[in-house]
């Protein structure tokens, strides 16, 4: 499997500023994809990141407080914009089509997102 | 649309004890099943897969997982737990060649193991 790795791993942030985090594959990846996991409740799906045109966003979010880049096949980014305690919150990434295994996905570390 | 669900919230077991934790999907279709670990302060690891084949799957770290088409069950078994087996446990649901939002999660277990 391929080694994802997430930054920041925590941060904390004030309500009304935006963040940034950071996937980064080890190895080239057909799909990556963008989760939500809100404390002590399984993960949500925000969206799929397509390499060089818009994210595929999931019911309930827009780009407009998620935009999503993915410029190459070994990066994407996902920015929280105009935070509020509401999303304090782990984000993951995750990436599928690695080493031909096209039907799992794994899992990066994750961000530790906390808005005050 | 699909849905996972799994039967227990929260499973406290002595070690040694032997562990099975339900999952049950509703999707009409052929499916692609997996079983995820979240150790505490650890990210998601997959644990085991069922594609196609014997519909009993064997996992690293002792976990095996038994589908029953019949049933839509996919539960996740282990002979005898440790205090290490202590985590978040999540099955996940996808369609064959299915991504984003086919690709469901259930709302996890969790596994408290008692030394």
């Known amino acids: 499997s391929a080694v994802i790795s997430q930054k920041p791993s925590r941060d904390i942030c004030q309500r009304g500023t935006s963040l940034t985090i950071q996937c980064q594959v080890d190895?080239?990846?057909?799909?990556m994809f963008w989760y939500r996991q809100q404390p002590g409740q399984s993960l949500t799906l925000i969206a799929t990141?397509?390499?060089?045109?818009?994210?595929?966003?999931e019911s309930g979010f827009v780009i407009d407080k998620f935009p999503i880049s993915r410029p190459n096949l070994t990066f994407s980014t996902l920015t929280v914009s105009n935070m509020s305690p509401e999303d304090s919150s782990i984000y993951l990434c995750?990436?599928?089509?690695?080493?031909?295994?096209?039907?799992?996905?794994?899992f990066g570390p994750g961000t530790r997102l906390t808005v005050l | 649309a699909q849905s996972v669900s799994q039967h227990n919230h929260h499973v406290i077991l002595s070690e040694a004890a032997s562990l099975e934790l339900g999952c049950n999907y509703s999707?009409?279709?052929?499916?692609?099943l997996f079983w995820y670990v979240q150790y505490p302060g650890q990210h998601l690891q997959l644990l085991l897969k069922?594609?196609?084949?014997?519909?009993l799957v064997k996992g690293i770290k002792g976990f095996e997982a038994e589908f029953i088409k019949s049933k839509f069950s996919f539960n996740l078994r282990k002979p005898s737990v440790q205090w290490s087996d202590t985590a978040e446990y999540f099955c996940?649901?996808?369609?064959?060649?299915?991504?984003?939002?086919?690709?469901?999660f259930g709302p996890g277990t969790r596994l408290s193991v008692l030394p």
């Open positions: 069922y594609f196609s084949g014997d519909p």
């Open positions: 995750s990436v599928a089509g690695t080493s031909g295994f096209t039907d799992t996905q794994y």
């Open positions: 999707y009409g279709g052929t499916v692609n």
């Open positions: 996940a649901v996808m369609p064959p060649g299915g991504y984003g939002q086919n690709f469901v």
């Open positions: 990141a397509n390499q060089g045109s818009e994210a595929t966003y």
């Open positions: 190895s080239q990846v057909t799909m």
